[in-house]
Protein backbone atom coordinates (compact mmCIF):
# COMPACT_ATOMS: atom_id res chain seq x y z
CA UNK A 1 0.00 0.00 0.00
CA UNK A 2 1.19 3.49 -1.14
CA UNK A 3 0.23 6.37 1.11
CA UNK A 4 0.37 9.95 -0.73
CA UNK A 5 0.34 12.76 2.05
CA UNK A 6 -0.03 16.00 0.17
CA UNK A 7 -0.26 19.32 1.75
CA UNK A 8 0.66 23.47 0.68
CA UNK A 9 -3.07 24.27 -0.59
CA UNK A 10 -4.81 26.88 -0.05
CA UNK A 11 -6.00 30.51 -0.99
CA UNK A 12 -4.17 33.11 -2.50
CA UNK A 13 -3.96 36.28 -4.66
CA UNK A 14 -3.16 36.40 -8.02
CA UNK A 15 0.88 36.86 -8.27
CA UNK A 16 1.10 35.24 -5.40
CA UNK A 17 3.29 32.22 -4.04
CA UNK A 18 2.42 28.40 -2.69
CA UNK A 19 4.29 25.19 -2.39
CA UNK A 20 3.13 22.13 -2.65
CA UNK A 21 4.26 19.54 -0.68
CA UNK A 22 3.71 15.49 -1.06
CA UNK A 23 5.76 12.80 0.63
CA UNK A 24 4.98 8.35 0.36
CA UNK A 25 6.61 7.20 3.70
CA UNK A 26 8.76 3.95 2.79
CA UNK A 27 10.11 4.68 -0.76
CA UNK A 28 12.83 6.09 -1.99
CA UNK A 29 12.31 8.40 -5.67
CA UNK A 30 13.56 6.97 -8.09
CA UNK A 31 14.47 4.09 -6.54
CA UNK A 32 11.48 2.08 -6.39
CA UNK A 33 9.02 4.91 -7.20
CA UNK A 34 8.25 7.99 -9.46
CA UNK A 35 6.00 10.90 -8.85
CA UNK A 36 4.45 13.69 -10.74
CA UNK A 37 2.05 16.45 -9.84
CA UNK A 38 -1.27 16.62 -12.05
CA UNK A 39 -4.16 19.06 -11.93
CA UNK A 40 -7.99 19.16 -12.71
CA UNK A 41 -9.04 23.16 -13.31
CA UNK A 42 -13.18 23.65 -12.38
CA UNK A 43 -13.82 23.44 -16.00
CA UNK A 44 -12.87 19.98 -16.49
CA UNK A 45 -13.84 16.72 -15.30
CA UNK A 46 -11.94 13.84 -13.70
CA UNK A 47 -10.38 12.29 -16.79
CA UNK A 48 -9.23 15.34 -18.02
CA UNK A 49 -6.65 16.11 -15.29
CA UNK A 50 -3.47 17.15 -16.91
CA UNK A 51 0.15 16.50 -16.02
CA UNK A 52 1.79 19.51 -14.00
CA UNK A 53 5.41 18.58 -13.55
CA UNK A 54 7.34 15.43 -12.47
CA UNK A 55 10.65 14.70 -12.58
CA UNK A 56 12.08 12.47 -15.94
CA UNK A 57 15.49 10.87 -13.76
CA UNK A 58 17.23 13.72 -12.67
CA UNK A 59 15.86 16.89 -15.53
CA UNK A 60 12.72 18.72 -14.56
CA UNK A 61 10.08 18.16 -16.82
CA UNK A 62 7.02 20.97 -16.68
CA UNK A 63 3.91 20.56 -19.28
CA UNK A 64 2.52 23.49 -21.03
CA UNK A 65 3.26 27.01 -21.39
CA UNK A 66 0.90 27.92 -18.91
CA UNK A 67 3.20 26.87 -16.04
CA UNK A 68 6.71 26.38 -17.53
CA UNK A 69 8.63 29.68 -16.32
CA UNK A 70 6.46 29.87 -13.09
CA UNK A 71 5.90 26.48 -11.10
CA UNK A 72 9.22 24.61 -10.59
CA UNK A 73 9.16 20.88 -8.89
CA UNK A 74 11.82 19.34 -6.60
CA UNK A 75 12.38 15.92 -5.11
CA UNK A 76 14.01 14.84 -1.96
CA UNK A 77 17.52 12.74 -2.18
CA UNK A 78 16.40 9.80 0.96
CA UNK A 79 12.84 10.25 0.57
CA UNK A 80 9.51 9.59 -1.93
CA UNK A 81 8.67 13.63 -1.97
CA UNK A 82 8.01 15.87 -4.48
CA UNK A 83 7.19 19.75 -4.04
CA UNK A 84 5.53 21.71 -6.38
CA UNK A 85 6.89 25.64 -5.97
CA UNK A 86 3.80 27.73 -7.36
CA UNK A 87 5.13 31.48 -8.36
CA UNK A 88 3.50 34.40 -10.00
CA UNK A 89 0.18 32.36 -9.10
CA UNK A 90 -2.95 33.36 -11.98
CA UNK A 91 -6.28 32.86 -11.43
CA UNK A 92 -6.35 30.15 -14.38
CA UNK A 93 -4.16 27.85 -11.35
CA UNK A 94 -7.51 27.78 -9.53
CA UNK A 95 -8.00 23.86 -8.79
CA UNK A 96 -7.18 20.43 -7.01
CA UNK A 97 -3.87 19.48 -7.47
CA UNK A 98 -2.65 15.56 -6.95
CA UNK A 99 0.18 13.79 -5.84
CA UNK A 100 0.62 10.55 -8.11
CA UNK A 101 2.71 7.69 -8.07
CA UNK A 102 3.88 4.56 -9.43
CA UNK A 103 6.12 1.67 -8.46
CA UNK A 104 9.34 0.98 -10.17
CA UNK A 105 11.41 -2.34 -10.18
CA UNK A 106 15.29 -2.01 -9.30
CA UNK A 107 16.09 -1.99 -12.67
CA UNK A 108 13.67 0.63 -13.46
CA UNK A 109 14.12 4.35 -13.49
CA UNK A 110 11.39 7.41 -13.86
CA UNK A 111 12.97 8.14 -17.68
CA UNK A 112 9.49 7.61 -18.98
CA UNK A 113 8.15 11.04 -17.25
CA UNK A 114 4.54 11.00 -17.89
CA UNK A 115 3.85 8.55 -20.64
CA UNK A 116 3.44 5.80 -17.93
CA UNK A 117 0.55 5.34 -15.88
CA UNK A 118 0.32 6.19 -12.36
CA UNK A 119 -1.42 3.51 -10.64
CA UNK A 120 -2.10 5.73 -6.78
CA UNK A 121 -3.32 9.21 -6.44
CA UNK A 122 -3.44 11.16 -3.33
CA UNK A 123 -6.66 13.04 -2.35
CA UNK A 124 -6.06 15.87 -3.59
CA UNK A 125 -5.43 19.50 -2.29
CA UNK A 126 -7.35 22.70 -3.13
CA UNK A 127 -5.39 25.73 -4.62
CA UNK A 128 -7.64 28.70 -5.33
CA UNK A 129 -6.27 31.69 -6.48
CA UNK A 130 -8.65 35.12 -6.24
CA UNK A 131 -7.73 38.41 -8.59
Known amino acids: QVRLMESGGGSVSAGGSLRLFCEAP?????????MAWFRQSPEKSDKECEGVATFVNDSVATYGDSVTGRFTPSHGDRSASLSLQMNDIKTEDTGVYYC?????????????????????WGQGTQVTVSP
Open 100 to 120: VARLIEPADDCSSGLNRDFGY
Open 26 to 34: CYTYGRDIC
